[in-house]
């Protein structure tokens, strides 16, 4: 059964770089399909972060384009994710997720249980 | 500002049927066959129930159905029960720079 998983700091302080990890079990990043970083405020909406295939495309959330980068290690089979300079704002609890099938981007089936990162001094 | 609208709430009574819009614009929802619900109850992550517009995923009760008109896309779950009391929240592929957009969530609340 595919599983992911986030990790990462519970606490972050402003200007930082928060640095998450999404590990996948039970099928291959290198697949064919897009995985999305996607984060919640408390008591807030949903906000898709960025969208991957290996080797193929990435696709970034343009108000956090500046701030963000996605990368791969297919040897670990993770996929991880860096925001820099954060405040306040980027309090969120942040899911990987993945796709119902490769031929869609964005109906995303398979979700991590959330990892809470908290900007704070 | 979320890129899609969503009520903020909506309420019905167990049996009976409710309808969940989400409003956008002919470049993602009217444009684009692409549109997903979530559920999402508290403190978990978020649960896909229709995909591409009202297709459901393996295991999705039948009670939820999606449709699709011009710029506004709908769920409708029927027979509420007890369980269904969640936020829900729609999303669709967009052709702005952007991949993916959500609506800002709907309050579903069973009396």
């Known amino acids: 059964q595919e599983q992911l998983q986030e990790s990462g700091p519970g606490l972050v302080k402003p200007s930082e770089t928060l640095s998450l990890t999404c590990a996948v079990s039970?099928?291959?990043?290198?697949?064919?399909?897009?995985w999305a970083w996607i984060r919640q405020p408390p008591g807030k909406g949903l906000e898709w972060i960025a969208s991957f295939r290996h080797s193929v495309s990435t696709y970034y959330n343009p108000s956090l384009k500046s701030r963000v980068t996605v990368s791969v290690d297919t040897s670990e089979n993770h996929f991880s994710l860096k925001l820099s300079s954060v405040t306040a704002a980027d309090t969120a609890l942040y899911y990987c997720?993945?796709?119902?099938?490769?031929?869609?981007?964005?109906?995303?089936?398979?979700w991590g249980q959330g990892t809470m990162v908290t900007v704070s001094s | 500002q979320s890129a899609l609208t969503q009520p903020a709430s909506v309420s019905g009574s167990p049996g009976q049927s409710i309808t969940i819009s989400c409003t956008g614009t002919?470049?993602?929802?009217?444009?684009?066959?692409?549109v997903s619900w979530y559920q999402q109850h508290p403190g978990k992550a978020p649960k896909l129930m229709i995909y591409e517009v009202s297709n459901r995923p393996s295991g999705i009760s039948n009670r939820f159905s999606g449709s699709k008109s011009g710029n506004t896309a709908s769920l409708t779950i029927s027979g509420l029960q007890a369980e269904d009391e969640a936020d829900y929240y729609c999303?669709?592929?967009?052709?702005?720079?952007?991949?993916?957009?959500f609506g800002g969530g709907t309050k579903l609340t069973v009396l």
């Open positions: 002919t470049s993602d929802v009217g444009g684009y066959n692409y």
């Open positions: 999303s669709s592929y967009t052709s702005s720079s952007t991949l993916v957009v």
């Open positions: 997720a993945r796709p119902i099938v490769p031929s869609t981007r964005v109906a995303f089936h398979i």
């Open positions: 039970g099928s291959s990043i290198s697949s064919a399909y897009y």
